[in-house]
């Protein structure tokens, strides 16, 4: 079969769930951003907004109101996540990248889901750990939800969809556990 370097990260790449405290460069941020920005969208609109967050008090006021938010649905799973207070929505990354798109956009939560894994991508080539984290967008529905997207910098109009978590790797992930079997038909 066809290998190439791009092929190679994509098998590679796993979700990281463990950060060394080290913040990432500037330099490697702004890889990963550029390669969210060059995410394909519907109509090439690009109605996305990244939100970069450093701040550790911020990320631990956002993992706070994420678990409440997320003690409140009815799904027992994410309930028991949500209750465990030594549990980190973020896994103690250092860096955080908030994808937020325009409400109206076509397509908008595809366009956000491919900026989301182009940065995850990005992020396994160049080095870095990363994981796709929805649970913050639990901290927007509640009362304090509009007060975040606001101190967060979310333009009016925009919903946040997603966040990349961002950091250098405590350990390297060694074995992708199997793929699923027949899941493809072909039709010739």
């Given at each position: 079969?066809?290998?190439?370097?791009?092929?190679?990260?994509?098998?590679?790449?796993?979700?990281?769930?463990?950060?060394?405290?080290?913040?990432?460069?500037?330099?490697?941020?702004?890889?990963?951003?550029?390669?969210?920005?060059?995410?394909?969208?519907?109509?090439?609109?690009?109605?996305?907004?990244?939100?970069?967050?450093?701040?550790?008090?911020?990320?631990?006021?956002?993992?706070v109101s994420?678990?409440?938010?997320?003690?409140?649905?009815?799904?027992?799973?994410?309930?028991?996540?949500?209750?465990?207070?030594?549990?980190?929505?973020?896994?103690?990354?250092?860096?955080?990248?908030?994808?937020?798109?325009?409400?109206?956009?076509?397509?908008?939560?595809?366009?956000?889901?491919?900026?989301?894994?182009?940065?995850?991508?990005?992020?396994?080539?160049?080095?870095?750990?990363a994981c796709?984290?929805?649970?913050?967008?639990?901290?927007?529905?509640?009362?304090?939800?509009?007060?975040?997207?606001?101190?967060?910098?979310?333009?009016?109009?925009?919903?946040?969809?997603?966040?990349?978590?961002?950091?250098?790797?405590?350990?390297?992930?060694?074995?992708?556990?199997?793929?699923?079997?027949?899941?493809?038909?072909?039709?010739?």
């Amino acid at each position: 079969m066809a290998t190439n370097e791009v092929l190679t990260t994509i098998k590679k790449r796993r979700s990281i769930r463990g950060f060394k405290e080290d913040q990432i460069t500037d330099e490697e941020l702004q890889t990963v951003l550029e390669a969210g920005i060059y995410a394909p969208s519907a109509g090439n609109q690009q109605l996305w907004h990244f939100t970069v967050i450093q701040d550790k008090q911020l990320l631990d006021q956002l993992n706070v109101s994420a678990k409440a938010g997320a003690a409140q649905i009815d799904n027992e799973h994410i309930q028991q996540i949500a209750k465990n207070e030594k549990f980190n929505i973020f896994y103690g990354a250092p860096t955080v990248v908030l994808v937020s798109g325009k409400e109206d956009g076509m397509v908008i939560e595809a366009d956000c889901a491919a900026a989301t894994q182009n940065m995850l991508l990005a992020a396994e080539s160049i080095g870095l750990g990363a994981c796709w984290v929805n649970l913050i967008l639990f901290a927007f529905s509640g009362e304090q939800g509009e007060q975040y997207k606001q101190k967060l910098g979310v333009p009016a109009g925009y919903k946040s969809f997603s966040s990349v978590v961002l950091g250098y790797k405590k350990i390297e992930p060694v074995n992708a556990p199997p793929r699923k079997e027949n899941v493809i038909n072909y039709i010739k």
